[in-house]
């Protein structure tokens, strides 16, 4: 599987990113900066968590413009698989492959602790290690992770199963509708959660529930 981390200026998450796709594929990751206009074939392309451009504007707001991003929205287009995690979010609903926005945390403080999650499918090529309805532990780190859509779009998102994991019940951290903590785009191979998967990869870090996350990507892709 070839995969790439797409780094930003304010990323913080790339090398967390990379490290998880460099053990799970045995070999070196590539990091690709913003700047570029062109990308290797790829199978899996990362948009890390952090900052981009500080978050000024609006999180991912700037960063959704940059020359690389341009190339990300293609390759999905074509079918790439590319998963954003946390600021990576952000960038996916500013560039519009995936709906709605993340706004500020319903009680606006930044959020920083493991969160119980709830797999809500598990045939799709991020899922398949895991249980319908299985609970897992991952951690995040936010201070806009409240994700908000129309109620046409988060009635669309529910009734196409395209909502990839929810909050456990009473643990939701940000206010998100529904308690919404990752979605897909229509193919199912667009991924946007604020949870992070690649903090999660072995026991040493507190938890190894984002693992089967990668192993999955890795079966299906590799």
């Given at each position: 599987m070839r995969a790439a981390v797409i780094v930003f200026p304010g990323s913080n998450c790339d090398r967390d990113g990379a490290v998880a796709l460099t053990k799970l594929t045995g070999r070196e990751t590539a990091m690709i900066w913003h700047q570029e206009t062109e990308l290797p074939p790829l199978d899996l392309i990362f948009l890390p968590g952090g900052f981009s451009y500080g978050d000024y504007l609006r999180c991912g707001a700037i960063a959704a413009h940059s020359p690389v991003m341009r190339e990300v929205v293609a390759a999905a287009k074509r079918g790439?698989?590319?998963?954003?995690?946390?600021?990576?979010?952000?960038?996916?609903?500013?560039?519009?492959?995936?709906?709605?926005?993340?706004?500020?945390?319903?009680?606006?403080?930044?959020?920083?602790?493991?969160?119980?999650l709830s797999v809500e499918r598990a045939e799709t090529i991020y899922t398949k290690h895991y249980s319908p309805g299985q609970v897992i532990r991952v951690p995040v780190a936010h201070g806009d992770g409240n994700y908000r859509a129309d109620g046409d779009?988060?009635?669309?998102?529910?009734?196409?199963?395209?909502?990839?994991?929810?909050?456990?019940?009473g643990q939701n951290p940000n206010g998100s509708a529904g308690d919404i903590a990752g979605i897909y785009d229509e193919s199912f191979r667009v991924l946007g959660m604020m949870p992070h998967p690649e903090r999660a990869i072995e026991p040493a870090l507190g938890s190894a529930d984002g693992w089967p996350l990668f192993q999955s990507v890795l079966e299906s892709l590799g």
């Open positions: 790439v698989a590319v998963l954003g995690v946390c600021n990576g979010f952000h960038l996916l609903t500013e560039s519009h492959l995936l709906p709605g926005a993340l706004i500020r945390n319903a009680g606006l403080k930044f959020v920083c602790r493991p969160v119980p779009t988060l009635a669309r998102l529910r009734d196409e199963g395209r909502i990839a994991f929810r909050y456990a019940y």
